[in-house]
């Protein structure tokens, strides 16, 4: 079979994080170039890799060019990269404020504002970044992080609009609870047992489980496919059925 995504190229930012590792693999299954960034690569097989800091605005400045320079072109990108600093407002410093900030908002608009004339040149492309379910509608206790995730969801909804005219699409997948890291460290962190907090997620989820990693690259792989290719700006939640209360 050929892959959908034969020939293309794609720039995947958070590739070694729980969702980041699945999206890598499956566009590479599915015939695409692929170049990651993340702080350690090395236990990520991809076709260029860029180690570094998302922090750094020198660094996603230059990220989508150099994925050019590596690959021949830049057909895709996924803003996949997260953090989640937790607790209430009173809970929270000024240092997780500009860090949730700067991973999920302002590295995904300079990474956009970068790959967007790349891509106009070159006659249109995807973008996929990643929000959140509670990006849409708040859960309890993660402020800093549910208004990041707010203002990328809005972010993707005015890039959808604005460059829609240039045949790229920058659409949106928004997660409930995932199975990675990101999930796992939350519950250690509380002192928990994994393991057993997900079981007791699982019950709370019509479908019967929390995603797994890969079922939140499939429905991102179908928003950077030609099958997607009338949408622009949209906000697609995957969530199993389960609203956030
Ligand atoms: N896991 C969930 O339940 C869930 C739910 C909704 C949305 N999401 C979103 O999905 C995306 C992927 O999350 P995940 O669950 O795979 O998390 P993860 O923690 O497993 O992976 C996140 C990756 O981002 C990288 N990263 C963080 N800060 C960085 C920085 N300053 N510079 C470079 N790289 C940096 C990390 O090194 C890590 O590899 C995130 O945007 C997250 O907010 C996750």
Same mark, same amino acid.
């Given at each position: 079979m050929t892959g959908r995504f034969e020939g293309k190229t794609a720039l995947v930012t958070g590739a070694a994080g729980g969702i980041g590792q699945v /999206?890598?693999?499956?566009?590479?299954?599915?015939?695409?170039?692929?170049?990651?960034?993340?702080?350690?690569? +090395?236990?990520?097989?991809?076709?260029? +890799?860029?180690? %570094?800091?998302?922090?750094e605005a020198a660094f996603c400045d230059a990220l989508p060019s150099r994925a050019v320079g590596a690959l021949g072109g830049l057909d895709m990108l996924f803003n996949n990269a997260g953090v989640i600093p937790r607790g209430d407002i009173t809970t929270q410093t000024d240092a997780d404020f500009d860090l949730a900030y700067g991973v999920n908002v302002k590295a995904p608009f300079q990474l956009c504002r970068a790959a967007i004339p790349i891509m106009a040149a070159a006659g249109g492309g995807a973008i996929v970044n990643t929000s959140s379910c509670w990006g849409l509608r708040p859960g309890p206790n993660h402020p800093v992080y549910i208004s990041s995730k707010a203002a990328i969801a809005s972010l993707?909804?005015? /890039?959808?609009?604005?460059?829609?005219?240039? &045949?790229?699409?920058?659409?949106?997948?928004?997660?409930?609870?995932?199975?990675?890291?990101? /999930?796992? +460290?939350?519950?250690?962190?509380? %002192?928990?047992?994994?393991?057993?907090?997900?079981?007791?997620?699982?019950?709370?989820?019509?479908? &019967?489980?929390?995603?797994?990693?890969?079922?939140?690259?499939?429905?991102? /792989?179908?928003?950077?496919?030609?099958?997607?290719?009338?949408?622009?700006?949209?906000?697609?939640?995957?969530?199993? &059925?389960?609203?956030?209360?």
């Open positions: /999206l890598v693999a499956s566009l590479r299954a599915e015939g695409c170039r692929v170049a990651i960034t993340d702080q350690d690569c +090395s236990a990520v097989e991809a076709d260029a +890799s860029f180690e %570094g800091d998302l922090m993707t909804q005015c /890039l959808g609009r604005d460059h829609a005219h240039q &045949g790229i699409r920058v659409n949106a997948v928004c997660p409930n609870e995932v199975d990675t890291p990101m /999930l796992r +460290s939350g519950f250690e962190a509380r %002192g928990l047992d994994a393991d057993r907090a997900i079981d007791d997620l699982n019950a709370s989820v019509p479908l &019967g489980h929390i995603a797994s990693a890969q079922e939140i690259v499939d429905v991102a /792989l179908f928003l950077a496919s030609d099958a997607a290719r009338y949408m622009c700006g949209a906000l697609v939640e995957v969530n199993g &059925g389960k609203p956030v209360i």
